[in-house]
């Protein structure tokens, strides 16, 4: 019966209520959007590491102090060593060698200054060029995949011939024929203005390599992991030589991590001060209910309502609204974040620049939503909480008066 | 036995720099079973009387005893018990909880009092035929006349056998005819249920129906019939 003359409340105070519950419906779905974007973000920069830098890298310790980046002085020869290694860790999913050399792709009387990635032809990285295929198909043993930006300022196509120039490992100049496999598109635009993909043993055989690599790139189950993995290499007998260097992902892209941990503090913030909008809001809108009943709360005390049952009837209130808000707040905001999920929102160069793509993506999780449904509830029954200690104070006599 | 027992009861209300006297040195014995109204111009104190004698308002000085317990000494909580199990209450502007039904209205102080459900339903059932209501048992309050409400506002004041019902000016809002039906019914069921009642009136047509009339004049006990 409680429940029954909250409700009614509820619906008597037609417009208040309506008010009311827009302010929380909106809350939430402000709140599920905000939080499935960033979960977005974070999932999708996650992604974007293992697909591409993995969890861990090992390369040569000189890389740090080179003035050029793509030197075939920092290579390193006993690669085959440390991938058997961390394909023996259980936390390990994969590990492969990535042969990054700078190099001038020509075609049709245009060249093209790039960095080429020799990789694995069944490399587990770079999945977003394998599934951003646009036209052939992705890498051969034999062949060259160029992204669609490169390709255009080429002039060629899938099938086409393209030469790759070089400075191969004696220093002079050497230059190789590839097909062209694909082309792609992939999620980062620096990437596709930048990078072309030729398979592993192509590219040592381009640079006049013995078997020798750049970098060895490994992904775990778990990036929580990575710094355990790193040390235990460090300390066992692969590791320790001097010439390697070994990071981890946060090491890696420690600019991009710190800018996700701000956005999870704007995020907060944006949660906050909703919270605090949509609180105040509703503890004007019941204490204005409040008032608009003293006489109605004076004659209930007077036949036996105690001051707790009268505050639980104000929280009860606030509680419907809550509920009701929630509800209409995840039928909203719920759609939202599930189409963005799909279509993602183009922030352009912007957000690209971040080293986060150009498209976010948001993230639909159950659990997340019932908490900030949950939260919703909690925060219109928080907003009420003042109303309801408000009506709690008041004397019957005084109320059965009106005169409060 | 006395019900109810007031010794030198004075009730001052502070407005601005001055204090209004509304009750003054009032000793008032209510037995059990008695039918008893409040008379007295407007202002004379009655409402504050019964509010006293009601637990919704406390005395300035003088104390009141109900049903052999010492009032102005009970905590919050206690008093609301008091309120709910002893005493019913009928008010002139009816206040019925509007979002609820006529049966609900009724039931509310039972609810609150926890009473079982099945002898909850049945003793509304009950006092909803008493009151000659039952056929209106699923309207809401607006769906009502006046005194229909007050009937409805009677059987609610008695649903959890209160020692005490106080009834404030219960007829003001109502037709002569309807009052007339009211007092008849609070009459009916004093007699036959022997439920205490105390109202107050400054309608001298109501007074015939009390068994004793107590007269207030600017805060004083002016007589008793």
């Known amino acids: 019966m409680i429940w029954k003359i909250a409700w009614g409340s509820v619906v008597r105070h037609g417009r208040r209520s309506l008010l009311i519950v827009l302010v929380v419906a909106i809350s939430v779905a402000v709140m599920l959007f905000v939080t499935g974007m960033m979960d977005g973000m974070r999932q999708d920069f996650f992604e974007t590491m293992v697909t591409s830098g993995g969890h861990i890298q090992v390369d040569s310790a000189d890389t740090a102090d080179a003035l050029d980046p793509y030197s ?35 075609a049709n009387d245009h060249n093209v200054p790039l960095v080429g990635y020799g990789v694995e032809p069944d490399t587990g990285f770079f999945s977003d060029v394998r599934s951003g295929v646009v036209s052939g198909s992705f890498l051969d043993s034999d062949g060259i995949m160029l992204s669609t930006v490169t390709a255009g300022m080429l002039d060629v196509t899938a099938g086409d011939t393209v030469s790759v120039l070089v400075e191969d490992s004696t220093g002079a100049p050497y230059y190789l024929a590839y ?60 590791g320790t030589a001097d010439h390697l260097r070994v990071r981890t ?36 809108a019941i204490l204005m209910n409040v008032f608009e009943k003293i006489e109605e709360f004076g004659m209930m005390r007077a036949i036996g309502l105690t001051r707790k049952g009268q505050f639980g009837l104000v929280l009860a209130e606030g509680a419907s609204y809550g509920v009701v808000g929630s509800l209409l707040g995840i039928a909203v905001g719920v759609p939202i974040v599930i189409w963005f999920s799909t279509h993602g929102i183009n922030f352009g160069e912007m957000m690209d620049s971040f080293g986060l793509g150009r498209e976010v993506t948001t993230r639909f999780d159950l659990e997340r939503t019932i908490v900030t449904a949950a939260f919703g509830a909690a925060v219109a029954i928080g907003g009420s909480l003042y109303a309801g200690v408000t009506a709690m104070r008041l004397s019957v006599i005084e109320s059965i008066r009106g005169s409060a | ?167 404030d000016e219960p007829t003001a809002n109502l037709d002569s005819e309807t009052g007339d039906r009211i007092l008849d019914l609070m009459r009916t069921l004093n007699t036959r249920d022997s439920v205490t009642f105390l109202f107050s009136t400054h309608n001298p047509e109501i007074l015939r129906y009390a068994g004793r009339t107590i007269r207030l004049r600017d805060g004083r006990i002016e007589g008793t019939s």
């Open chain 1, 249 to 284: 992902w946060r090491e890696i892209n420690g600019g991009t991590a710190v800018l996700l941990e701000m956005f999870d503090v704007f995020m907060y913030a944006v949660n906050l001060l909703i919270v605090i909008v949509a609180a105040t809001v509703i503890t004007n």
């Open chain 2, 1 to 167: 036995m006395a019900l109810i027992s007031l010794e030198q009861v004075t009730k001052d209300y502070p407005l601005g720099k001055t204090t209004i006297h509304a009750l003054r040195g009032v000793d008032i014995t209510i037995d059990e079973g008695e039918f008893t109204a409040v008379a007295g111009p407007s202002g004379c104190g009655k409402t504050t009387l019964l509010n006293i004698v009601g637990c919704i308002d406390h005395p300035t000085a003088g104390s009141v005893h109900l049903d052999g317990q010492q009032v102005e000494v009970l905590s919050d909580a206690d008093e609301a018990g008091l309120r709910l199990h002893k005493i019913g209450f009928v008010f002139q502007n009816f206040n019925l909880i509007p979002v609820l039904t006529v049966e609900e209205n009724v039931a509310f102080p039972a609810v609150l009092a926890g009473t079982p459900k099945g002898e909850r339903r049945d003793y509304v059932t009950y006092l909803l035929d008493a009151v000659g209501i039952s056929e209106y048992a699923r309207h809401r309050p607006d769906e009502l006349s006046g005194g229909q409400r007050q009937r409805v506002a009677v059987a609610r004041a008695l649903v959890n056998r209160p020692s005490l019902v106080i009834a």
């Open chain 1, 72 to 106: 075939l002085e920092l290579l390193i020869a006993d690669w085959h060593g440390i991938r058997d290694w961390f394909q023996s860790q259980p936390e390990v999913v994969r590990a492969e060698p990535v042969l990054t050399f700078g190099a001038m792709v020509l």
């Open chain 1, 179 to 238: 097909p062209v496999s694909g082309t792609f598109r992939s999620d980062g635009a620096d990437f596709d203005q930048s990078a072309f993909l030729i398979s592993h043993a192509a590219a040592q055989d381009l640079l006049y390599l013995g078997d020798e690599t750049r970098e060895v790139r490994v992904v775990l189950t778990d990036e929580t992991q990575a710094s355990t993995v790193a040390d235990r290499f460090r300390t066992s007998d692969v």
